[in-house]
Nanobody, 117 residues
Framework: QVQLVESGGGLVQAGGSLRLSCAAS????????MGWYRQAPGKQRELVAR???????NYVDSVKGRFTISRDDAKNTMYLQMNSLKPEDTAVYYC???????????WGQGTLVTVSS
């Protein structure tokens, strides 16, 4: 089964930027839809951004214009470029891959993003 490993989290000041990476073992892109989720303390995990196997992207309203999801098929890696970070963005960010037929979902271990004010 595919495995996902996130990296790039850390501490950043409000208004700063971070670039998260999700490295996948084996071939994923073109087969799986991918996404970034986040979970803040005391809150439910939410979808932040997604990119389909065909390359279409979607974002939650709160990050539109600030975050960009992308992928590099040659490197089998997905990215989340986060600009103009806000304290509200503080959370553990998880990489996700999903295939619908048959139904398969894979999660990474998560990477912590902390935005200070």
């Amino acid at each position: 089964q595919v495995q996902l490993v996130e990296s790039g989290g850390g501490l950043v000041q409000a208004g700063g930027s971070l670039r998260l990476s999700c490295a996948a073992s084996g071939s994923i892109f073109g087969i799986y839809d991918m996404g970034w989720y986040r979970q803040a303390p005391g809150k439910q995990r939410e979808l932040v951004a997604r990119i389909t196997r065909g390359g279409m992207t979607n974002y939650v309203d709160s990050v539109k214009g600030r975050f960009t999801i992308s992928r590099d098929d040659a490197k089998n890696t997905m990215y989340l470029q986060m600009n103009s970070l806000k304290p509200e963005d503080t959370a553990v960010y998880y990489c996700n891959a999903v295939r619908y037929t048959p139904s398969v979902a894979v999660w990474g271990q998560g990477t912590l993003v902390t935005v200070s004010s």
